[in-house]
């Protein structure tokens, strides 16, 4: 079943990266007029296919992602959690990996990173509904 599926999005591919382009763009577009907001920075040697959509909270702010995430959640919008860092992950450490070590910069964004909504049937009207959503929370801080 996966692997039909996996071909059948194949045959699609430049339909799908094509459109999560647009999508990430456009999402950037609207949330760099936001101030406490990084968005996915693009570098001139690559380019991304927003596979997910990511931000990061300022610091500054006051808040971190899990209480934007609940307060987009009590308004309808699912999000998500980054992930968590390698060296944080129970069963590596289980094994003895990454003993003492520590990587700062991956515990920062896992703390106030999250990625929003970001499926293959969004639309620019949901999007703005985000973006809207999460203004109206930084202003109520």
């Known amino acids: ?23 990430g763009q456009y999402y950037s577009e609207q949330l760099s007029k936001i101030k406490g907001i990084k968005t996915q920075i ?19 702010l ?12 009590k308004r309808g919008i699912g999000t998500r959690p980054f992930f968590r ?24 964004a896992y703390k106030y990173g999250l990625y929003l909504p970001s499926g293959m049937t969004l639309t620019k ?4 509904i985000v973006v809207i959503n999460i203004k109206e929370v930084l202003c109520k801080l």
């Open 42 to 60: 693009e570098k001139t040697w690559g380019k991304t296919v927003y596979w997910m959509y990511c931000i990061e909270l300022d610091e500054d």
């Open 1 to 23: 079943m996966q692997a039909a599926l996996g071909v059948a999005q194949l045959e699609r591919i430049d339909e799908i990266v094509d459109f999560k382009r647009k999508m």
């Open 62 to 73: 006051g808040i971190d992602a899990k209480y934007m995430m609940n307060a987009l959640e």
């Open 85 to 108: 860092g390698m060296h944080d992950q129970p069963v590596l450490n289980d094994m003895g990996l990454f003993r003492k070590e520590s990587y700062p910069n991956t515990d920062k």
């Open 125 to 128: 009207e949901q999007i703005d």
